[in-house]
């Protein structure tokens, strides 16, 4: 069971992230709704407003897209919520990697609550044609908090196996 600050660092985290998030939105449409494109550097990194009525890499379900998705991304952070509640204590880096994750779900899905536009994706990455999809603030914790989240996994089953070993050698 996770100690009142390790639950506090997921709650924390995933209310920075949201809003981060929220902010970063609110600033890009403000500014970049009346304009194609701002070079940040160069090609290479634009900002650029688009709504994503679907999911990643603009994944759509038909008309009921944005509530698959909406509802999806509720139960993914009431899982996350959960998951953070039964860590074991002292595993900080999964509380962080967990509110990351719950922050960015968090924050996408505020976009799909509020306008049936879709999500506020704005950074635009590549290199002429060859462009990632556009993707927001949400989207890089969700990415960098599944990538830390897959990374605590595997130390905890490390962990447990060397103390398998251990107890049977």
């Given at each position: 069971?996770?100690?009142a600050?390790?639950?506090?660092?997921?709650?924390?985290?995933?209310?920075v992230?949201?809003?981060?998030d929220a902010?970063?939105?609110?600033v890009?449409?403000a500014?970049?709704?009346?304009?194609?494109?701002?070079?940040v550097?160069?090609?290479?990194?634009?900002l650029?407003?688009v709504?994503?009525p679907?999911?990643?890499?603009?994944?759509?379900?038909g008309?009921y897209?944005?509530?698959?998705?909406?509802?999806?991304?509720?139960?993914a952070?009431?899982?996350?919520?959960?998951?953070?509640?039964?860590?074991?204590?002292?595993?900080r880096?999964?509380?962080?990697?967990?509110?990351?994750?719950a922050g960015?779900?968090?924050?996408?899905?505020?976009?799909?609550i509020r306008?049936?536009?879709?999500?506020?994706d704005?950074?635009?990455?590549?290199v002429?044609?060859?462009r990632?999809p556009?993707?927001?603030v949400?989207?890089i914790?969700?990415?960098?908090?599944?990538?830390?989240l897959?990374?605590s996994?595997?130390?905890?089953?490390?962990r447990q196996a060397?103390?398998?070993?251990?107890?049977a050698?």
């Amino acid at each position: 069971m996770p100690s009142a600050g390790e639950r506090r660092l997921f709650v924390g985290t995933a209310l920075v992230v949201l809003l981060l998030d929220a902010v970063t939105k609110l600033v890009a449409e403000a500014y970049l709704l009346r304009t194609t494109g701002v070079a940040v550097v160069g090609d290479w990194f634009q900002l650029r407003l688009v709504y994503n009525p679907g999911a990643a890499f603009g994944l759509h379900l038909g008309p009921y897209s944005r509530w698959i998705f909406l509802s999806l991304a509720l139960g993914a952070v009431v899982l996350l919520t959960r998951m953070s509640a039964t860590t074991p204590a002292g595993d900080r880096f999964r509380q962080l990697a967990l509110g990351l994750v719950a922050g960015g779900a968090a924050g996408n899905l505020m976009d799909r609550i509020r306008s049936a536009r879709g999500v506020v994706d704005f950074l635009d990455v590549g290199v002429g044609a060859l462009r990632w999809p556009t993707f927001n603030v949400a989207d890089i914790a969700v990415s960098c908090g599944a990538v830390a989240l897959a990374i605590s996994l595997w130390l905890e089953d490390s962990r447990q196996a060397r103390h398998e070993a251990a107890s049977a050698g």
